[in-house]
């Protein structure tokens, strides 16, 4: 039930000959104070039309709206101002949130449309650190926000497993590693291998030669260099899809940028047919200039291709593969200039597809304020992170719940909901500084204390009585009151953060959420046996089915019982 869109309708069956339906909700407002009603209605654009003051205007459709849905309506200088009907606006919206067999909130403007979402994209043979949490969590958001629109996903894993890094790695292996070393614990070796590398490269650059030439013979197809580069992508895909399940976070491609490869001459070809290749000191570029952007680089000058050959390729690769009608690039804000390019480019190119494209930047993961580097190994490691959050999570039960039968489940869940909801509650472009501490607090912003007001509504509801929908009555009260108008904007809630690309939208309306209940169920017997029983346990199983729901879409585990 849309309120707004209720009250839209009335005053369009008044001013139909003035001012079409969309317009009008536009205009709607929310007034700042509750003693000036729920909804109030500008008239200034009216003057013109009416040949009235806004004053006299609001005076006359306030007289001609009525509705079971309005307590009252009542003019307040220019403006048309409606008290909504408590009663019934809280019986139909409690109704529609608890109906059987629709997740409330879904919306359909997707219409079954592909959407492409490049999202988390580690490197191969380097370990999952918290770096790579962002664009991981950041990006499954996105795509269940998006199928809660109507559209259809694909999740894409542009994983890092080609380039000089990989003939730096080889040379160190083939220098410094032990085979059975890395067999029994490949991504912790190799990333100590990699780290070697470049502490004796500072002392000896001439390693950076050796890193190059492994490189050349990988892309020439070398036996050796292909065998050890294959074993090191397979060992790192296995190890990350570890992590991707305590994360809870599916893909449907894992397509990198190796699978480019072989598509990257005919991204060139076509390059060269449009005119748009140039030279420029040995090396091919597309010329930006008219962009106010430096050029484009294709092809170095020794042959090699670069990241946006392999972007352009894999964006041609997609939209021919899926069809796609949005296309975005969870990518981390540093290479923002590198998407203006790419976007650029492929309008020049005439590929209309590019006006779906998105590049969907966000700030940095900080540890005492600095960024975390992998080259110098000084990195968080996101698995020790979990196993740490579920730890203390543990511990926190043990002295809170000491007697929960699924202790070690629910520990997981606190756990990593801890860590993924400290960094979506965070607007996306903003950096967060890391703090375990702060993620796992039962009270304040935090995950636990979303997921612990779920659970003390679930409690409430195991001791209640079974609820009949017909059976629902409406509430006057304030407490109730605000936990109806905050279930009202879950709709409009997932459509901003959809249009933002902005999952901190869900989080911040499900703290919003979960203090209103708490308020409420402070203030509330809510199991006294009287009339509204049946009605507040309803109110309660309304928040539980929409806590459940955001978080969910958040990527987070709502346990019943904590």
Same mark, same amino acid.
């Given at each position: 039930m849309n309120t707004k869109l209720i009250y839209a309708q009335e005053l369009h069956k008044v001013l139909h000959e003035n001012l079409e339906l969309e317009k009008i909700i536009t205009l709607i407002e929310t007034p700042k104070h509750d003693t000036h009603g729920d909804l109030a209605f500008p008239c200034f654009e009216l003057s013109k039309a009416f040949r009235k003051a806004p004053m006299a205007i609001s005076a006359e459709v306030a007289g001609k709206i009525n509705?079971?849905?309005?307590?009252?309506? #009542?003019?307040?200088?220019?403006?048309?101002?409606? @008290?909504?009907?408590?009663?019934?606006?809280?019986?139909?919206?409690?109704?529609?949130?608890?109906?059987?067999?629709?997740?409330?909130?879904?919306?359909?403007?997707?219409?079954?449309?592909?959407?492409?979402?490049d999202f988390s994209s580690p490197n191969i043979a380097k370990p999952f650190s918290m770096g790579h949490l962002r664009s991981t969590v950041i990006g499954n958001a996105i795509k269940k926000i998006s199928r809660k629109c109507g559209y259809n996903v694909i999740g894409v894993n542009h994983v890092g497993d080609w380039g000089t890094q990989f003939g730096k790695l080889i040379y160190a292996y083939k220098t410094w590693g032990i085979e059975e070393d890395v067999k029994a614990n490949p991504i912790k070796e190799l990333f100590k291998l990699y780290?070697?590398? %470049?502490?004796?490269?500072?002392? $000896?650059?001439?390693?950076?030669?050796?890193?190059?030439?492994w490189f050349k013979r990988l892309e020439n197809g070398d036996q050796e260099a292909y065998e050890l580069w294959t074993w090191f992508r397979d060992v790192s895909l296995k190890d990350?899809?570890?992590?991707?399940?305590?994360?809870?976070?599916?893909? &449907?491609?894992?397509?990198?940028?190796?699978?480019?490869?072989d598509k990257m001459d005919k991204m060139i070809a076509l390059l060269e047919e449009k005119d748009l290749l140039t030279e420029s000191e040995g090396a091919m570029v597309v010329n930006l200039d008219e962009n106010g952007m430096p050029p484009c680089l294709?092809?170095?000058?020794?042959?090699?291709?670069?990241?946006?050959?392999?972007?352009?390729?894999?964006? =041609?690769?997609?939209?021919?593969?899926?069809?796609?009608?949005?296309?975005?690039?969870?990518?981390?804000?540093?290479?923002?200039?590198?998407?203006?390019?790419?976007?650029?480019?492929?309008?020049?190119?005439?590929? &209309?597809?590019?006006d779906g494209m998105s590049h969907v930047p966000f700030g940095l993961m900080l540890k005492d304020g600095k960024k975390m580097s992998t080259r110098k190994g000084k990195i968080v490691l996101l698995e020790e992170v979990i196993n740490d959050a579920i730890s203390l999570a543990q511990d926190n039960i043990n002295e809170k719940n000491p007697n929960l039968s699924n202790k070690q489940e629910t520990a997981r869940q606190v756990g990593i909901g801890a860590v993924i909801? %400290?960094?979506?509650? $965070?607007?996306?472009?903003?950096?967060? #500084? @890391?703090?375990?501490?702060?993620? =796992?607090? @039962?009270?304040?912003?935090?995950?636990?204390? /979303?997921?612990?007001? %779920?659970?003390?509504?679930?409690? /409430? =509801?195991?001791?209640?009585?079974?609820?009949?929908?017909?059976? /629902?009555?409406?509430?006057?009260? &304030?407490?109730?009151?605000?936990?109806?108008?905050?279930?009202?904007?879950?709709? $409009?809630?997932?459509?901003?953060?959809?249009?933002?690309?902005?999952?901190?939208?869900?989080?911040?309306?499900?703290?919003?959420?979960?203090?209103?209940?708490?308020?409420?169920?402070?203030?509330?017997?809510?199991?006294?046996? &009287?009339?509204?029983? /049946?009605?507040?346990?309803?109110?309660?199983?309304?928040?539980? $089915?929409?806590?459940?729901?955001?978080?969910?879409?958040?990527?987070?585990?709502?346990?019943?019982?904590?």
């Open positions: 509705s079971p849905f309005f307590a009252k309506v #009542e003019a307040m200088g220019p403006y048309v101002n409606v @008290f909504l009907s408590r009663e019934q606006i809280s019986k139909e919206i409690i109704k529609e949130v608890n109906k059987e067999g629709v997740a409330y909130g879904s919306l359909d403007f997707g219409n079954g449309k592909n959407v492409v979402i780290v070697k590398f %470049h502490d004796e490269a500072a002392n $000896n650059p001439s390693l950076e030669d050796e890193g190059r030439s990350f899809s570890r992590i991707y399940d305590l994360l809870g976070v599916e893909f &449907d491609s894992f397509n990198g940028e190796a699978f480019y490869n294709i092809k170095k000058s020794d042959g090699a291709t670069l990241y946006a050959t392999r972007d352009l390729t894999a964006a =041609l690769y997609r939209q021919e593969t899926y069809k796609f009608d949005r296309a975005v690039y969870v990518v981390g804000g540093e290479q923002a200039l590198h998407f203006q390019q790419l976007f650029h480019v492929l309008r020049k190119m005439g590929m &209309d597809f590019v909801f %400290h960094d979506l509650k $965070n607007e996306r472009t903003n950096n967060v #500084e @890391f703090s375990l501490e702060q993620m =796992l607090k @039962f009270e304040g912003e935090t995950g636990p204390y /979303i997921q612990y007001t %779920h659970a003390r509504a679930c409690s /409430i =509801l195991r001791k209640g009585v079974d609820i009949e929908l017909d059976e /629902i009555k409406g509430f006057e009260d &304030d407490y109730s009151w605000q936990i109806v108008k905050e279930l009202q904007l879950f709709p $409009n809630v997932i459509e901003k953060a959809f249009e933002k690309y902005e999952p901190s939208v869900v989080a911040k309306y499900l703290i919003d959420l979960a203090q209103s209940f708490n308020k409420y169920y402070g203030n509330t017997r809510v199991l006294e046996e &009287d009339n509204l029983l /049946i009605s507040r346990l309803a109110l309660v199983k309304a928040v539980v $089915n929409v806590l459940n729901e955001g978080l969910r879409i958040l990527g987070i585990s709502a346990p019943e019982e904590m």
